[in-house]
C-alpha cells in the first residue's frame, strides 16, 4: 500500500542545531515529494517539493533530496531557528482518480529552545 | 487574496445534531478538498471535488456529505454528528490534479461532538 514513515517526536533542538527529519515512504508509481509544516494553530502550508529523481527541494534553509533508490525524501536544515517549531509533514503526492490525493503520515513535531 | 477560508474556526454539537462546515478560496483552483486530523494518524482525506458540480468519496466518506455549488466553495455537512467526529477540519484546493502541483490550506475549524 501507500504509506509514509517519519521519525516520531517531539524532536527538541538548541537553536543553532543541526536538523534531520527522517522520511521514507511507499507508493505505486512516482510520486511528487512535498514537505508541508504546521505552525501553532494555522493550516498546513508548503515547505518545499520535488518532483522527480535526484531533484532538490529547497525553501528557508531548508532542504530535501528525492532519492528515488531509497524512497527516501528526508528533510535538514544546517541552523535551526526558535521560528522553526512547528510539526512537520513528509507527504507524497500519488494520483487518487481524478485528483492528486497526498498521503500523509502523522507528522514529527519539532521544539526550538533559545 | 484571502487565499482558503473555513467557517466556522470552533463548533461543539451534541450527538445526532447536524452542521456545515463552509470552505471558500479566491485562487480560482478546480480542486478542493476535505481533510481530518486526528491525534497520531496524519490527515485523511474525506471527500474532494475536481469542479464546479462535482464530488467524490475520499479515504473516510461516511458520515459526510460534501457540495460544489459555486466553484469558489465547498460544503461540508454533518447530517447526525457522532463523538467519532471529534477532529480538526482542514479544506485545502489546488489549482490542478497534477501531482506536482501544492495544496492551500485553510486554518481549520476544531469540531467536538459530545
Same mark, same amino acid.
Given at each position: ?11 527538541? *533542538?538548541?537553536? #543553532?542545531?543541526? *536538523? ?21 494553530? #494555522?493550516? *498546513?502550508? *508548503? ?21 528515488? #533508490? ?45 | 487574496?484571502?487565499?482558503? /477560508? !473555513? /467557517?466556522?474556526? @470552533?463548533?461543539?454539537?451534541? /450527538?445526532? !445534531? ?10 480560482? %483552483? ?6 481530518? !486530523? ?8 474525506? %471527500?474532494? +471535488? ?16 460534501? +457540495? ?21 477540519? @482542514? ?11 501544492? !495544496? ?9 461532538? /459530545?
Amino acid at each position: 500500500g501507500n504509506s509514509v514513515t517519519q521519525m516520531e517526536g517531539p524532536v527538541t *533542538l538548541s537553536e #543553532e542545531a543541526f *536538523l534531520t527529519i527522517n522520511c521514507t515512504y511507499t507508493a505505486t508509481g512516482y510520486p511528487s515529494l512535498f514537505w508541508y509544516v504546521q505552525y501553532p494553530g #494555522e493550516g *498546513l502550508q *508548503l515547505l518545499l517539493k520535488a518532483t522527480k529523481a535526484d531533484d532538490k527541494g529547497s525553501n528557508k534553509g531548508f532542504e530535501a533530496t528525492y532519492r528515488k #533508490e531509497t524512497t527516501s525524501f528526508h528533510l535538514e536544515k544546517g541552523s535551526v531557528q526558535v521560528s522553526d517549531s512547528a510539526v512537520y509533514f513528509c507527504a507524497p503526492h500519488r494520483s487518487y482518480s481524478s485528483a492528486s490525493k497526498i498521503i500523509f503520515g502523522s507528522g514529527t513535531r519539532l521544539s526550538i529552545r533559545p | 487574496n484571502a487565499g482558503v /477560508t !473555513q /467557517t466556522p474556526k @470552533f463548533r461543539v454539537l451534541k /450527538t445526532g !445534531q447536524s452542521m456545515t462546515l463552509l470552505c471558500a478560496q479566491d485562487m480560482n %483552483h478546480e480542486y478542493m478538498y476535505w481533510y481530518r !486530523q486526528d491525534p497520531g494518524m496524519g490527515l485523511r482525506l474525506i %471527500h474532494y +471535488s475536481v469542479g464546479e458540480g462535482t464530488t467524490a468519496k475520499g479515504e473516510v466518506p461516511d458520515g459526510y456529505n460534501v +457540495s460544489r455549488l459555486k466553484k469558489q466553495n465547498f460544503l461540508l455537512g454533518l447530517e447526525s454528528a457522532a463523538p467519532s467526529q471529534t477532529s480538526v477540519y @482542514f479544506c485545502a484546493s489546488s489549482y490542478s490534479g497534477d501531482l506536482s502541483y501544492e !495544496q492551500y490550506f485553510g486554518p481549520g475549524t476544531r469540531l467536538t461532538v /459530545t
